[in-house]
T-cell receptor, first 114, second 118 residues
């Protein structure tokens, strides 16, 4: 069966510090991968998605970047964090199929920028 | 443009009551898909159901049931005999059809917080 891991689970970082969040998927090959951010107001915002190694699509211009160095690894990064980067970051995966991909989410990383 | 509206921000019920969570969507696509996810206090989003626009049959899974009505662009979710463990935020989401493209994007509603009191 497939599982998705995210780490760290929680993170407190000062403004201006770098960020690296990691997401890995097990039990499937060539998944689509996604990064979402959930702010305090509960809305989910798609940040990046990837359909393959090295292929990243950005949905919202921002202070963050994403990379996919391996098939089942997705990394969210920042060179300098802003206060507004605080939130709950969720990684998701899906398998391409005819019709919609159902996205399955990881446990999330709660980031607080002080 | 696609949009999902969950007008109920918070609902509080007492255990064993039935509760319906509303979801209204907007899309110009003739083929689309609707989803419900549950987010318990732990934070992880749990997939509950997926429905395509051609299938208007209602679905029941245990205490959960879904009522899809294309005429009113609604995809409502009912929990029968609610339990404390049902307390969570519930999200409705909409996706356009994936015609062999790279991927489909989910448009989420703002969620409904359900609190089930013992």
């Amino acid at each position: 069966s497939q599982t998705i891991h995210q780490w760290p689970a929680t993170l407190v970082q000062p403004v201006g510090s770098p960020l690296s969040l990691e997401c890995t998927v097990e039990g499937t090959s060539n998944p689509n991968l996604y990064w979402y951010r959930q702010a305090a107001g509960r809305g989910l915002q798609l940040l990046f998605y990837s359909v393959g190694i090295g292929q990243i699509s950005s949905e919202v211009p921002q202070n963050l970047s994403a990379s996919r160095p391996q098939d089942r690894q997705f990394i969210l990064s920042s060179k300098k964090l802003l206060l507004s980067d605080s939130g709950f970051y969720l990684c998701a995966w899906s398998v391409r199929a005819r019709g919609p991909d159902t996205q399955y989410f990881g446990p999330g990383t709660r980031l607080t920028v002080l | 443009a696609q949009k999902v509206t969950q007008a109920q921000t918070e609902i509080s019920v007492v255990e064993k009551e039935d509760v319906t969570l509303d979801c209204v969507y907007e899309t110009r696509d003739t083929t689309y898909y609707l989803f419900w996810y549950k987010q318990p206090p732990s934070g992880e989003l749990v997939f509950l159901i997926r429905r395509n626009s051609f299938d208007e049959q209602n679905e029941i899974s245990g205490r959960y049931s879904w009522n899809f009505q294309k005429s009113t662009s609604s995809f409502n979710f009912t929990i029968t005999a609610s339990q404390v463990v049902d307390s969570a935020v519930y999200f409705c989401a909409l996706s356009e059809a994936n015609y062999g493209g790279a991927t489909n994007k989910l448009i989420f509603g703002t969620g409904t917080l359900l609190a089930v009191q013992p």
